[in-house]
């Protein structure tokens, strides 16, 4: 069991990185996505969303391709950057942003676009300056929505086995997290005993995720 | 309604979708003979199947590959399996312990040895076992050495060199042999420890040699008949493989053929 947990914190860790990284760009283009019509929207859209119905494996081996040490990029960050991303922990949690993005640009357009734009257009007439209003009026309004998709991003996170086990491989202690981590222990004889904790523990986390998404949802739907 | 018309798209879905339950079964043809394969097989069974094939064009062999680990876990959760060929013996005793496998059956099919590859242009100049260590940072594929047989192997030869717990950091476990040849092959890693049948029918951009001869632990592939199985044809298809007319085939392949009971 005490073996278990840098498993679990490994996991927790993997998970947030990948959520606070994905944060950024990920509220960006939701604002963008409910905001703003431009040429090439939904090329853009499609873009963003194709995480979420591609094999999460086609999604890693395009990420090893694109970032092993034997591409140019791979080799670029490597040298000038000293960051190894394939076979190494920035490739889980690249595996496990890239994957989870989706589901985060998606909840921050809905919860966007849930903000009257009356008030944004009243907050402008009144000469606020445009990082104000969204600051002191989209931001605040769409907060929840924008916390459930973190929340439904980490819970994502948490879960992603097809990208992470091709682009970082299932490397103790490093990139181990726990769904790979149930795949080793599935296949030796015995290792159901360290199954199960680690089982529970994911359902809880899962639905747990889950039920709070669910409760700023309604949040939102009331306020 | 959807029921007013006849022709609605529900309908024809409907029909698609039953038509995909029944057809399946409306097949009159045998059943296939089902072999499960430890995943460093996949280069050289197909050459096995077609020469068996040319003796009895009625049977269909399907396959499939995996580590070998995974797939005795697979036939103990009700794989539907005839044939299981495992590249170690744990892993057959595993079955043979769940009484899921015909003992009598079981029988040595070929061996294997152990080999360093190296990604195309050698990047780390490595001539010999002990390079790996002063190869750096460099990282290495093998096997998954808590279940996967390639990398339990390594690890026997690794430990026995007095080199294991020094790589240990270095490693990347691959989720079966071809998978960490295939790290190799496509030069995402630089190194790694892979079966000598894994790289010799293309190595002409590959560099690598076998490991030395004090460090080879004893790689035996097993083969048997799953318990379950009522295939005509698997009882002969395990001995085509294991016969000594098939020694020429294995060694071409850079497998070693069956031999004497080892120790």
């Known amino acids: 069991m005490t073996d ?3 498993i679990v914190a490994l996991s927790l860790k993997t998970a947030l990185a990948a959520t606070l990284l994905i944060l950024p760009p990920g509220v960006w283009l939701g604002w963008l996505l409910a905001r703003r019509n431009f040429p090439g929207k939904t090329l853009l859209e499609g873009l963003v969303n194709i995480p ?7 999604t890693g081996y395009a990420l090893l391709f694109a970032l092993s040490p034997a591409s140019p990029a ?3 960050l490597e040298n000038h950057l000293g960051l190894q991303i394939a ?3 920035p490739g889980a949690v690249l595996a496990a942003a890239v994957v989870s993005f989706p589901l985060l640009v998606r909840a921050v357009r809905v919860a966007v676009s849930s903000v009257s734009p009356g ?3 009243a907050a402008s007439v009144l000469n606020a300056p445009a990082w104000a209003v969204w600051l002191q009026i989209t931001l605040p309004l769409s907060a929840h929505g924008i916390l459930g998709g973190m929340l439904l991003a980490f819970a994502r996170a948490l879960g992603e086995f097809g990208a992470t086990i091709v682009l970082a491989s299932n490397i103790p202690a490093r990139t181990q997290t726990i769904p790979l981590a149930i795949f080793t222990f599935l296949n030796q004889p015995g290792g159901e005993a360290h199954i199960w904790p680690l089982v529970l523990f994911s359902l809880i986390l899962a639905y747990a995720s889950l039920l709070l998404n669910e409760v700023l949802i309604r949040r939102i739907h009331h306020a | 309604m ?7 798209p529900f309908w024809g879905i409907a029909f698609l979708a039953i038509l995909t339950l029944v057809l399946p079964h409306c097949d009159k043809a045998p059943s296939p003979l089902r072999v499960y394969a430890a995943a460093s097989l996949s280069g050289v069974l197909p050459q096995f199947i077609d020469a068996f094939r040319t003796g009895n064009r009625q049977v269909r062999i399907e396959t499939v590959y995996g580590a070998s680990s995974v797939l005795a876990r697979q036939i103990e959760a009700g794989a539907p399996a005839d044939v299981f060929l495992s590249a170690d013996q744990d892993w057959m005793a595993f079955l043979d312990s769940l009484a899921l496998i015909r003992p009598l059956s079981r029988r040595e099919i070929c061996r294997n040895r152990l080999a360093v590859v190296c990604a195309p242009g050698n990047p780390l100049n490595i001539r010999e076992t002990g390079d790996l260590l002063r190869a750096g940072e ?5 096997g998954d050495w808590h279940h996967v047989p390639l990398g339990k192997y390594a690890h026997q030869a690794l430990q026995r060199a007095g080199l294991w717990q020094q790589l240990l950091p270095r490693f990347v476990p691959a989720v079966n042999a071809r998978a960490a040849y295939t790290y190799i092959w496509q030069g995402h890693l630089p190194v790694g420890i892979v079966y000598a049948s894994d790289f010799s029918p293309d190595r002409m951009h590959l560099t690598g040699f076998p490991l030395a001869d004090s460090l080879q632990p004893h790689i035996s592939y097993p083969g048997a008949l799953l318990r379950q199985t009522r295939h005509p044809e698997a009882e002969a298809f395990l001995t085509f493989l294991s016969e000594p007319d098939r020694d020429s085939l294995w060694v071409e392949n850079g497998f070693l053929p069956a031999g004497p009971p080892h120790d």
């Open chain 1, 4 to 6: 278990l947990l840098p």
């Open chain 1, 52 to 58: 979420l119905v591609l094999p999460p494996v086609v």
């Open chain 1, 74 to 76: 791979g080799r670029f």
């Open chain 1, 87 to 89: 076979f190494a922990w």
């Open chain 1, 119 to 121: 008030l944004e257009e």
């Open chain 2, 2 to 8: 959807a029921g007013a018309k006849p022709h609605t």
């Open chain 2, 138 to 142: 460099g990282q290495i594929a093998l």
